[in-house]
């Protein structure tokens, strides 16, 4: 079993849908959780750190679940810009990404 | 601030050739990782380093790739002899402190991309 999973993806959605994205990890000592987002040819850069309460930023909300060892990223309203591939980040004792699953908002 | 510096942006290179990557991190990080990125593996840890000290290379494929951080502020990742296979996109990251939300976390690179003939 792979350290951090993701949706396999794509994901193909329309302008202005709701989507949800899922990590599961497997150490349980992870301690930090990230949400990166990747554009196409350029390096990962950070979209939102998850923390235990859940957070969110306008239009995205992260949540982390460690009981279920899972995390999520919610994202309202999807626009054209959000088109990426998002990446889960688990850090603590490995420093481990996700595969991504990659996004597209069709208009 | 620059933010990570990484060089060549993109290499070519005949397979048995020597290859070498260049980081500059942050200014004041203490901890920096080179990760490599393809298609079908996605983006793979190789090595990380912790006050220019490495601390875990399980990552790194063989015995052909090594890593230095002789100061803190430069790292090299070195394929000798490169092979086809090691065609991929090679990032390197750096934080303050383990990656965590406090500290925004690892900041990448550019990346170099590597194609090996």
């Known amino acids: 079993r792979k350290e951090v999973e993701q949706d396999p993806g794509p994901f193909n959605v329309p302008e202005g849908a709701t989507v949800a994205f899922n990590c599961t990890y497997s150490?349980?000592?992870?301690?930090?959780f990230f949400w990166y987002r990747q554009d196409c040819r350029k390096e990962p850069k950070l979209l939102m750190s998850?923390?235990?309460s859940g957070n969110e930023d306008g239009r995205f909300t992260a949540q982390l679940n460690r009981a279920s060892q899972y995390i999520s990223l919610l994202i309202r309203d999807s626009k054209l810009s959000d088109s990426a591939t998002y990446l889960c980040?688990?850090?603590?004792?490995?420093?481990?990404f996700g595969p991504g699953t990659r996004l597209s908002v069709l208009p | 601030d620059a933010g990570v510096i990484q060089s060549p942006r993109h290499e070519v290179t005949e397979m048995g050739q020597e290859v070498t990557l260049r980081c500059k991190p942050i200014?004041?990080?203490?901890?920096l990782f080179w990760y490599r990125q393809t298609m079908m593996r996605g983006l793979e840890l190789l090595i990380y380093?912790?006050?220019?000290?490495?601390?875990?290379d399980s990552g790194m494929p063989e015995d052909r790739f090594s890593a230095k951080m002789p100061n803190a502020s430069f790292s090299t990742l070195k394929i000798q002899p490169s092979e086809p296979r090691d065609s991929a996109v090679y990032f390197c990251?750096?934080?303050?402190?383990?990656?965590?939300?406090?500290?925004?976390?690892?900041?990448f690179g550019s990346g170099t991309r590597l194609t090996v003939v």
């Open positions: 990251a750096s934080s303050l402190g383990k990656p965590q939300p406090i500290n925004y976390g690892y900041t």
């Open positions: 150490n349980s000592a992870s301690q930090s």
């Open positions: 998850v923390y235990s």
């Open positions: 980040a688990v850090s603590g004792q490995n420093f481990v």
């Open positions: 200014s004041g990080h203490d901890y």
């Open positions: 380093f912790n006050n220019n000290v490495p601390i875990d």
